[in-house]
């Protein structure tokens, strides 16, 4: 049964938040989606994470292969296929996929509600090789109003720029929604600092596998999708291996309180003005 804190029209504080850990077979789309959708069979969430690329696979030789597993947004199918889940679950998705459009090709991630698709996020720090197969996202991180939870999306490398999750904090985010690709160990710890540092929950969906596309570059996915919470404590962790689904409750007036103690205000006490 789904809970229905969120999806009742009274946005209440508390919600359910799920972490798909998954381990997509490169370029097999449909089974991925199948695979995902046998998943989370059972479970119950106001709001799903999955991992960014993650009905594709990551590691295309180039832009003209990424083109080809490029949809347009919503209309494509991996859109599609998130939206039919969201109605299925009444819950929100939020998912990365390959997005073309204007013939440009873009990392992005799609969020998604029962009621149709709300919005799409074309990630602007590529990673390494990435910098062949996309163009880089333009827009400003968005966050999204998710029936009174606001939450903010950037994708797996951002996190190494702290001003990605600063700005989305800034920009009222509750929870920074993370799909991910990981292959650098330190994302996991970090994600502890960007949540002390903002008072945000961060919610990780990283993958799992190994691919070797490319002759003698093999890539190895960290897993370890996680929860955090404001306080840096991390909720839930997934292992390094295995597709995993975890779902965890969170109180969101813990991310609207900035406070640290009676006199430091964590946003209040910020001196711009004195940054450069
Ligand atoms: C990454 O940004 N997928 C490493």
């Known amino acids: 049964m789904v809970s229905l804190t969120l999806l009742q029209g009274v946005s209440l504080a508390t919600m359910k938040v799920a972490i798909v850990q998954n381990r ?5 789309v449909q089974a991925n989606l199948d695979r ?19 009905a594709t696979g990551y590691r295309f030789k180039d832009m003209d292969e990424a083109r080809q ?6 209309d494509g199918q991996t859109t599609e296929f998130l939206l039919s889940l969201a109605k299925k679950f009444n819950a929100y998705f939020i998912a990365g996929l390959v997005e073309i459009e204007n013939d440009r090709i873009y990392n992005s991630s799609v969020i998604v509600g029962p009621e149709d698709f709300i919005g799409r996020y074309r990630k602007i720090h590529l990673f390494d090789t990435e910098k062949s197969c996309f163009d880089t996202g333009t827009d400003v991180p968005p966050v999204f109003d998710l029936n009174g939870a606001k939450v903010g999306v950037m994708i797996c490398f951002d996190w190494r720029f702290p001003e990605t999750a600063r700005s989305l904090a800034l920009k009222g985010a509750e929870i920074i929604a993370h799909p991910s690709n990981l292959v650098l160990a330190h994302c996991p710890q970090a994600m502890i600092t960007r949540c002390l540092e903002n008072r945000v929950y961060a919610i990780t969906a990283d993958r799992v596998g190994d691919e070797s596309r490319v002759p003698d570059e093999t890539l190895h996915f960290i897993g370890q999708s996680q929860v955090v919470d404001p306080d840096g404590n991390i909720l839930v962790r997934a292992s390094e291996t295995e597709e995993e689904v975890h779902i965890v409750d969170i109180d969101l007036e813990k991310s609207r ?20």
């Open 257 to 276: 309180n900035k406070f640290l103690n009676s006199k430091n205000d964590i946003f209040k006490d910020r001196r711009p003005t004195l940054y450069s």
């Open 24 to 28: 997509p077979e490169f370029g097999r």
């Open 36 to 54: 995902v959708e046998k998943m989370l069979a059972g479970k119950a969430a106001d709001l799903f994470v999955l991992p960014e690329l993650f």
């Open 69 to 74: 597993f490029a949809e347009p947004v919503p």
